[in-house]
């Protein structure tokens, strides 16, 4: 039961920019709830990629960035590489659900 | 650097008990909240839960009524019971760590894929 809804897919050519959205609610992202994002390869478990809503863990090329604003999230990728094909997912926290919620996926294509 | 590992039956049979455990190795599991989450397959991701270290828990509201969640500090396991399974939780169950419940979850076990049926 997602409550973070993303586009279900994004397509790119090599080297452009793309963007991913996540729109939540008053309850989730609006309430000043930290959004986080993962990056999950085929056959593979999701990997932290993007942490209180700007935040890049050791490792994860600055080509990634998050931003928030009001009750919608973004992923931009740039210089977008064939590599970056996976699905990636937001999450974030939701105070009428005592807990925290995914974003319904987004599949990024690299034409 | 701390590992997780998924274990246990790959099969299980509709209204029987699911039941995984999580293995945590190469740190300690004070001071952190243990997830689980899971993912049917070709869906996305669903969190169901998490145990604190000093044992208190919470679940997802959707799955509260079949969920215990339990920790074994000395072991440095916790683990997953999901009662009267049927095929919609068939789902490949991930465990994560989580340094607060309203926070990300890193790292995460590679998942085990639990299916459901006779």
């Known amino acids: 039961q997602s409550v973070l809804t993303q586009p279900p897919s994004v397509s790119g050519a090599p080297g452009q920019r793309v963007t991913i959205s996540c729109t939540g609610s008053t309850s989730n992202i609006g309430a000043n709830y930290d959004v986080h994002w993962y990056q999950q390869l085929p056959g593979t478990a999701p990997k932290l990629l993007i942490f209180?809503?700007?935040n890049r863990p050791s490792g994860v090329p600055d080509r990634f960035s998050g931003s928030q604003s009001g009750t919608s999230a973004s992923l931009a990728i740039t210089g977008l590489q064939a590599e970056d094909e996976a699905d990636y997912y937001c999450?974030?926290?939701?105070?009428?659900?005592?807990?925290?919620?995914f974003g319904t996926g987004t599949k990024v294509t690299v034409l | 650097q701390v590992q997780l590992q998924e274990s246990g039956p790959g099969l299980v049979k509709p209204s029987e008990t699911l039941s995984l455990t999580c293995t945590v190795s190469?740190?300690?599991?004070?001071?952190?909240?243990w997830n689980w989450i899971r993912q049917p397959p070709e869906k996305g991701l669903e969190w169901i839960g998490y145990?604190?270290?000093?044992?208190?828990?919470k679940y997802n509201p959707s799955l509260k009524s079949r969920v215990t969640i339990s920790v074994d500090t000395s072991k440095n396991q916790y683990s997953l019971k999901l009662s009267s399974v049927t095929a919609a939780d068939t789902a490949v169950y991930y465990c994560?760590?989580?340094?607060?419940?309203?926070?990300?979850?890193?790292?995460w076990g590679r998942g085990t894929l639990v299916t459901v049926s006779s």
């Open positions: 145990i604190h270290y000093s044992g208190s828990t």
């Open positions: 999450q974030s926290y939701d105070s009428s659900l005592s807990g925290s919620v």
């Open positions: 190469g740190g300690s599991m004070s001071s952190y909240y």
């Open positions: 994560a760590r989580g340094p607060s419940p309203y926070w990300f979850f890193d790292p």
């Open positions: 209180r809503n700007n």
